[in-house]
C-alpha cells in the first residue's frame, strides 16, 4: 500500500548501452522528478542506432511475458510513455498493453520516435509509419518532432511554415485522438538562432509557443530528455505551456553544460550535470500562446 505515495510510470523505449537515449534519459529524469518508473524494454542496443556502428537485439517476442506477469500482478500505473519502438509488432503489442492498463485517470504519453531531419531513423520504413499513426489514437500526449509530424500527418515534409499552418496541423494531428500535441524542433524563417516548440490543447483550445536557443551541434536522445520533463511535469500538476518552459530550459540547460567540452557529440548531452536543475522551480517563463 505505502508505493501508492509514488506515483507509477511503465515506460516502453529501448535500453541503449550508451549515447544517453530512451531508458538511459527516461529513468534518470522522471526518477529525480519523484516518480517510480517500470521499464518494459523493446530493444536492447550497445547504442542508439545514429552510432555508426550498433548491436541490436529485439525484445519483441519478450514483451508479453513480461506483461502477462504485471498483468497477473494486477498493477496500476498513474502514467504510460512510450518511445522508440523497434518494430512494427511491437507497436501491435503497446496498443494492446494500453488497452489493458488503461485507467480512468491516467496519463498516456506517446513519442512516436520515427526520424528526425526529413528523414526516417535507419531501422524503419513505411509499415511502422502506418502504425504508428496507429498508435497515436491511443494517446492523451504525443511529442512529435517537425519531420514525425509529417510522417504521422501523411504530408510530404516542408521545413518552413506560418504559425496558421501549424496550428492547422496541430489540431488535425489532435483530430486523430491526443488531446495534447506538442511539436518540437519547429525551424524559425530567417533566424538560424532558434528553433521553436508549439502546443495545442483542445481542451480549451489554446496555442502555445516557446522559441529555444539553436546550438550549432546534434545530440541524440534530446527528444526523449524532452518527453520525458513534460511526463514528469503534467503529472507534478503543471500547466501545459509550464511543462513547456521546464523541458525547454533544461534542455537548453543540458546542452550549455555540453557544448564547451570537446565531445563526441553522438554520447548526447552530459544529463548527469544537470539533473539536479528538476528540482528548482522554474524562475523564467517564455512560453506565448499563438
Ligand atoms: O532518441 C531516440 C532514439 C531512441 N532509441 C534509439 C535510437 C534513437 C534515435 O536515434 O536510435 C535506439
Not at 552510432?51 to 502477462?68: C, G, N, R, V
Not at 490543447?201 to 530528455?225: Q, V
Request: proline share 6%; aromatic share 10%.
Amino acid at each position: 500500500m505505502y508505493s501508492e505515495n509514488v506515483k507509477k510510470i511503465a515506460a516502453i523505449h529501448d535500453l541503449s548501452g550508451t549515447g544517453r537515449t530512451s531508458l538511459m534519459a527516461v529513468i534518470p529524469i522522471l526518477s529525480t522528478m519523484g516518480f517510480e518508473v517500470c521499464p518494459l524494454p523493446t530493444a536492447i542496443l550497445s547504442g542508439h542506432t545514429q552510432y555508426p556502428h550498433f548491436y541490436m537485439l529485439d525484445l519483441t517476442e519478450e514483451m508479453p511475458k513480461i506483461i502477462a506477469q504485471w498483468k497477473e500482478m494486477k498493477i496500476r500505473f498513474d502514467a504510460i510513455y512510450t518511445g522508440y519502438l523497434g518494430s512494427p509488432g511491437q507497436i501491435t503489442i503497446v496498443k494492446e498493453f494500453i488497452e489493458t492498463f488503461r485507467q480512468e485517470n491516467n496519463l498516456v504519453v506517446i513519442d512516436p520516435v520515427l526520424g528526425d531531419n526529413g528523414k526516417l531513423y535507419k531501422t524503419f520504413d513505411n509499415q511502422m509509419v502506418t502504425q504508428m499513426q496507429s498508435l497515436i489514437q491511443k494517446a492523451d500526449v504525443v511529442t512529435p518532432n517537425m519531420t514525425e509530424l509529417f510522417y504521422l500527418l501523411g504530408k510530404p515534409y516542408s521545413q518552413h511554415n506560418s504559425d496558421q499552418t501549424l496550428k492547422q496541423y496541430l489540431v488535425e494531428l489532435s483530430d486523430k485522438g491526443p488531446q495534447i500535441v506538442i511539436v518540437t524542433s519547429v525551424p524559425v524563417e530567417k533566424d538560424a538562432n532558434t528553433t521553436c516548440v508549439y502546443a495545442y490543447n483542445r481542451e480549451g483550445e489554446r496555442f502555445w509557443k516557446i522559441g529555444c536557443p539553436y546550438y550549432p551541434a546534434h545530440y541524440p536522445g534530446t527528444g526523449d530528455t524532452f518527453t520525458s520533463v513534460i511526463t514528469g511535469a503534467l503529472m507534478q500538476g503543471d500547466s501545459l505551456p509550464v511543462a513547456m518552459d521546464r523541458a525547454v530550459q533544461f534542455i537548453s540547460q543540458g546542452i550549455r553544460a555540453t557544448f564547451g567540452y570537446e565531445y563526441n557529440q553522438m554520447d548526447g548531452i552530459l544529463l548527469e550535470k544537470v539533473l539536479p536543475t528538476l528540482n528548482i522551480p522554474v524562475q523564467i517563463s517564455n512560453y506565448e500562446m499563438i
